[in-house]
């Protein structure tokens, strides 16, 4: 939800697959920066930097000239960054300075718009099929669907055709639970295998976008007799429930399709169906011979994950079905809270640098509080003491660090402040990371001579010169 809900001060549109360093925007111009800050009349003596730190890896992609012109720093592959049937969108903070001060803090959101990059592809080039040559008329068989890794709807849409219609076989597409296409031969007349054994049909994939793509299956097929039944899942949905005390050795989950055919027409595999993120199959481990769910070392506990998976037989052609995992994980334990930092001035590691002329209430640091523990766990309050800085609480486990107090850099160069953490889980964990400050000067000392008056004696008739 906190992820739907950003706040920015202007939307870009980019296309994946931009060269290096091309032009997005002009900063000033397309948020109204000028309108939105009164006291301005003059943007060439504003300097955006792009807030550095956290974790995020947002500006790498994405960097900005001191004038407030926009540019890609990296080419942009949408597949890559982002899931399937999901806005693309990276939200880029920039600090706005004038003077020595942070006035502003920009947030700007980067659509980054899908092109129809990727072709249809099919899991093989070739697909055989065995038919019956008893087989009834209108008998339907399951063939092998293309994916198409555009992340958008409109450039991974496909449809199907078969290009050689001279056969006794027609194509039939259908829509699954889960939202994949089912794809069908259903058999028009009657087989005689004695008079023709072997069909070869291709099978057509296109995208619906310009300019199109396509992917061909050659499709070629026996007349003989075929696996007619596919898996069947005992539900259609599981949801399993897991905490932090489960061991990774043992199962959270064992998923069970039976099928009614026999030998290796109804020998199961289980697989993660195509369509489960990358994202989410990186946290678990699925046994494909027993249907045995378990859990990666890295997994993610507070976090809720839907998986597909498909159960698959032996037969040839194979058939499967699909059924959906939703896995909530729950951490009963109390963890130590985690200290996200980012300075909104210059800064080296964990030492910020400020000019002794920034003015009260600005902008500093922003600090971002992580602890996926559930309850009271997670309930998390920071404190910070120190002469120059002040911590005002945002929103939860969201604070900011302004300027408090006029710093002086003929008295104190820099100084250190710490930031203290404590949850209210029983008992409370602490945590606390220290940070150093430079103080940069500004030109507000004027010279002083020693005294107000000086005497000197001298005599008549001296040398030029005479000091």
């Known amino acids: 939800m906190a992820e739907s809900c950003w706040c920015v001060d202007h939307t870009y549109h980019v296309k994946e697959n931009n060269d290096i360093h091309s032009y997005i925007g002009d900063i000033v111009t397309d948020t109204h920066l000028l309108d939105t800050v009164p006291s301005l009349d003059d943007s060439s003596k504003l300097i955006f930097n792009v807030i550095q730190g956290g974790t995020d890896e947002t500006v790498l992609l994405f960097n900005v000239t001191q004038g407030g012109h926009l540019y890609t720093a990296a080419i942009l592959d949408a597949e890559i960054l982002c899931q399937y049937n999901v806005e693309c969108f990276r939200i880029l903070e920039i600090a706005v300075q004038h003077g020595y001060s942070?006035?502003?803090?920009?947030?700007?959101?980067?659509?980054?718009?899908?092109?129809?990059?990727?072709?249809?592809?099919?899991?093989?080039?070739?697909?055989?099929?065995?038919?019956?040559?008893?087989?009834?008329?209108?008998?339907?068989?399951?063939?092998?669907?293309?994916?198409?890794?555009?992340?958008?709807?409109?450039?991974?849409r496909i449809t199907y055709g078969i290009e050689n219609s001279n056969?006794?076989?027609?194509?039939?597409?259908?829509?699954?639970?889960?939202?994949?296409?089912?794809?069908?031969?259903?058999?028009?007349?009657?087989?005689?295998?004695?008079?023709?054994?072997i069909y070869e049909i291709q099978l057509i994939a296109r995208d619906k976008e310009s300019p199109q793509k396509k992917g061909v299956l050659h499709i070629k097929i026996l007349v003989k007799d075929i696996n007619d039944n596919k898996p069947l899942f005992s539900e259609n949905i599981y949801n399993v429930t897991v905490n932090d005390t489960h061991q990774l050795n043992k199962p959270i989950a064992k998923l069970s399709a039976t099928d009614l055919d026999e030998g290796d027409n109804g020998l199961i595999s289980y697989f993660f169906n195509a369509i489960t993120s990358k994202y989410a199959t990186q946290f678990f481990r699925l046994d494909d011979v027993t249907g045995y769910l378990f859990l990666e070392k890295d997994f993610q506990f507070g976090r809720i994950y839907k998986l597909f998976v498909e159960a698959r037989d032996n037969g040839n052609p194979p058939m499967s079905?699909?059924?959906?995992?939703?896995?909530?994980?729950?951490?009963?334990?109390?963890?130590?809270?985690?200290?996200?930092?980012?300075?909104?001035?210059?800064?080296?590691?964990?030492?910020?640098?400020?000019?002794?002329?920034?003015?009260?209430?600005?902008?500093?640091?922003?600090?971002?509080?992580?602890?996926?523990?559930?309850?009271?766990?997670?309930?998390?309050?920071?404190?910070?003491q120190n002469r120059y800085l002040q911590l005002i609480l945002e929103s939860e486990k969201k604070y900011k660090v302004v300027v408090k107090s006029e710093m002086d850099r003929e008295r104190e160069k820099s100084f250190n402040f710490t930031i203290k953490c404590q949850d209210n889980g029983l008992p409370p964990l602490k945590v606390e990371k220290e940070f150093s400050v430079l103080v940069t000067d500004i030109n507000d000392v004027q010279p002083q001579f020693t005294q107000d008056t000086f005497k000197f004696l001298t005599y008549e008739n001296e040398n030029k010169n005479f000091p």
């Open 102 to 156: 942070v006035i502003k803090i920009l947030k700007l959101k980067l659509i980054i718009e899908d092109v129809n990059d990727n072709y249809p592809k099919f899991p093989k080039e070739e697909f055989h099929l065995k038919f019956d040559e008893n087989l009834l008329i209108g008998t339907k068989y399951i063939i092998p669907n293309a994916i198409d890794n555009d992340i958008s709807i409109k450039n991974s």
């Open 321 to 384: 079905s699909t059924a959906i995992v939703l896995v909530n994980g729950v951490t009963h334990f109390n963890n130590p809270p985690n200290i996200d930092f980012k300075f909104l001035v210059k800064s080296i590691g964990k030492t910020g640098v400020i000019s002794e002329g920034t003015q009260i209430h600005s902008f500093f640091a922003y600090v971002n509080i992580i602890d996926n523990d559930s309850g009271v766990n997670g309930q998390v309050k920071c404190y910070l």
């Open 167 to 197: 056969t006794p076989f027609k194509l039939f597409v259908s829509k699954q639970l889960d939202g994949s296409v089912l794809l069908q031969l259903n058999l028009e007349h009657v087989l005689d295998r004695e008079t023709k054994s």
